[in-house]
């Protein structure tokens, strides 16, 4: 649900009125990316996004901007989440802990 | 699934290539293969339906009997792998087919007897979703019946 | 590697046969990983024999599952007969394997 | 007399005092770990904790038996025991690298090496077994390395899991990091292995039983009809990471291993049943 929401919030930033040119599109892949790389270190990347992160290389080579930069938004917000839950599991996973 | 649902682009291509299928289209898209198996019935296990695999095996009416019965499980563990196994009470058996009708072809096994045989067989088949499982039994030129129900869900985060 | 493998156990006058074949019995419904239809690949006819006579025969559709078992049972064998199988798949490949009766 | 004796209950009941809130270490928690299960599933025999599934639902029993009359793996197993008993180009076999000549020893892994203070598989052992005799290492999730586990689970079936953590901290930090891992949540769908094979145990998740934690390695490597061939512990932990859509860690990742090592010493006296047969 959360993702939907997301992704309906980032169609709307898309919308022509926020068209992004390339050198925005290349700056979120690279801040997504940047991010994904710290989930991997952390162990905690999810796969939705590696397949956002794909997605927006593609839009990237086929020139669209706006696509592009809206697949970029959506790994940072999902890598960022990923290291949120490992953070949060740090203490979080010893409440499971059969006793 | 509907085919009015524009959503559904899975489901309409899926649709569509069942309808390939149907026509006798699909066989264009396989690479070129050798000819069937001496013996092997194409046009019954290329039919759809029960009464067509009736035609194109055995030619006669099918009359459901206590005297044959199948084994399968209530709800199919995966429908990949499903064991059905089918015996019968009648004398001088010569075939027992057995009929998936849910799959895209209904006949799923057919097995000759020789005079040796014991009026059973058993094996695994595949199941595309929750189906009636059929058991055909020819015995003196007549055909016998018996039908199982198998649940069928689909596999994922187990074992 | 074989193909087949044979279970066949003899009581009285009964002899109980299992086989496995190992065959991918490709229904010709399924993708692979790029989307593309994987072709119909299956085993079309399995033949039985005792002392040079047919005593099982099985007719197989793509609906048979994959690394295909069967089991079906016949009179007239004994114990140390041997029992062979021949399978023939319609992309025209084929196998034979055999087994002592225990 | 009385002094000591008085001093001897206290001194009781200082140490209960001090065990009392939580008692750990790895004991302990093997203890808990067992009883939880034992006790959620009082009708299932302990041995028959390795059947996963089967174990804890009578209509799926059934079917697997129907199954083993003639399991799936039969060709895995051959193929295993003729690499077995192939020698290597140098002329030594796999037999020569393990205790016992390799047989009925699979329940002793994974095991710790002092050497590098990590853990070793099974499988990790079966690759560097290959490298040392001038292999190359076999891929880890299927293929020739099922086989070969399944021959190796097969020669030690019925035999208790006996995982020792000797009296070494990197021993015992690597077992905490696998206890760890099986306790947090990972994946955007937030699932912990114990969410589903702990919590979930013995319910159904879209058609499948899950499989309770307790003994779930017992079975390795295992044919899943899902998949329509063999798989390794590596497999099935690659796939649970996919399902709960997490990023999966390389094969042997020192994760997978810890964890593969935390729960076969949570299944300690649980019976080898591999290799086996899933939906």
């Given at each position: 649900m959360k993702t939907l929401l997301l992704i309906g919030a980032l169609t709307l930033l898309a919308s022509p009125a926020f068209a992004a040119t390339q050198a925005e599109a290349e700056a979120a892949v690279s801040a997504a990316k940047a991010e994904e790389a710290r989930a991997i270190a952390a162990q905690s990347a999810w796969t939705p996004t590696e397949d956002a992160l794909k997605s927006a290389a593609k839009a990237l080579e086929a020139k669209d901007w706006m696509t592009a930069k809206a697949n970029a938004d959506e790994a940072l917000a999902l890598a960022r989440r990923s290291i949120e839950q490992s953070v949060e599991q740090k203490s979080l996973w010893r409440d499971a802990v059969i006793r | 699934m509907s085919l009015e649902n524009p959503a559904s682009k899975e489901a309409t291509r899926r649709t569509a290539l069942r309808l390939l299928a149907a026509l006798g289209l699909y066989g264009i898209a396989m690479p070129a293969r050798a000819a069937d198996a001496p013996g092997w019935p194409d046009k019954a296990f290329k039919a759809k339906s029960q009464d067509d695999v009736l035609a194109a095996l055995y030619g006669g009416k099918l009359e459901m009997s206590d005297k044959v019965s199948i084994e399968t499980p209530e709800i199919a563990e995966n429908g990949a792998v499903v064991p059905v196994s089918v015996s019968s009470k009648l004398t001088g058996v010569t075939s027992i087919s057995i009929l998936v009708p849910e799959n895209p072809f209904a006949l799923a096994a057919s097995y000759k007897l020789s005079d040796a045989s014991l009026p059973m067989v058993a094996c695994r088949l595949k199941m595309a979703k929750t189906t009636k499982v059929i058991a055909i039994v020819e015995a003196g030129g007549k055909l016998y019946g018996a039908s199982s129900d198998v649940k069928v869900t689909l596999g994922g985060c187990g074992g | 590697m074989p193909t087949i493998r044979m279970k066949a156990i003899s009581s009285g006058d009964t002899t109980e046969v299992q086989a496995l074949v190992q065959h991918?019995?490709?229904?010709?419904f399924v993708k692979d990983a790029s989307g593309a239809l994987i072709p119909a690949h299956h085993i079309e006819t399995v033949i039985f024999e005792h002392n040079g006579k047919t005593v099982f025969t099985a007719l197989w559709g793509p609906a048979v599952s994959k690394d295909p078992y069967l089991k079906f049972s016949f009179k007239g064998a004994a114990k140390g007969d041997t029992l062979s199988a021949t399978w023939i798949d319609n992309m025209g490949k084929s196998d034979t394997g055999t087994g002592k009766i225990a | 007399m009385m002094i000591r004796r008085l001093l001897t209950a206290a001194f009781a009941v200082a140490c209960l005092a001090a065990a009392a809130p939580e008692p750990s270490g790895p004991k302990a928690d093997q203890a808990a770990f067992q009883a939880y299960f034992f006790d959620k599933f009082p009708?299932?025999?302990?041995?028959?904790?390795?059947?996963?599934p089967y174990a804890v639902n009578a209509k799926m029993r059934k079917q697997w038996q129907e199954i083993m009359e003639f399991p799936p793996y039969d060709f895995a197993l051959d193929e295993g025991k003729t690499a077995w008993e192939t020698p290597f180009a140098n002329g030594h076999h796999y037999a020569d690298c393990f205790d016992n000549g390799g047989i009925g020893i699979r329940q002793t892994y994974p095991r710790f090496d002092a050497k590098t203070g990590q853990i070793v598989t099974l499988d990790g052992a079966i690759n560097a077994c290959r490298v040392q005799n001038g292999e190359k290492p076999l891929a880890y999730q299927t293929g020739m390395m099922a086989s070969i586990t399944a021959f190796m689970a097969e020669s030690s079936r019925g035999k208790p899991f006996a995982i020792e953590i000797p009296n070494d901290p990197r021993a015992l930090a690597a077992y905490e990091k696998g206890k760890e891992f099986f306790y947090s949540r990972k994946g955007q769908l937030g699932f912990a292995c114990a969410s589903c094979h702990v919590t979930g145990a013995g319910q159904r998740l879209r058609g499948d039983i899950l499989a309770p934690a307790l003994g779930i390695l017992a079975a390795m490597p295992i044919y899943r009809s899902d998949w329509g061939s063999m798989g390794t512990t590596d497999r099935r932990f690659i796939s649970c990471s996919s399902q709960t859509r997490a990023l999966p860690y390389p094969a042997q990742d020192e994760s997978y291993r810890d964890v593969e090592y935390f729960l076969a010493y949570m299944s300690n006296g649980i019976p080898i049943t591999g290799p086996g047969t899933r939906p």
């Open positions: - | - | 991918p019995m490709d229904s010709g | 009708d299932v025999k302990h041995e028959d904790f390795g059947n996963g």
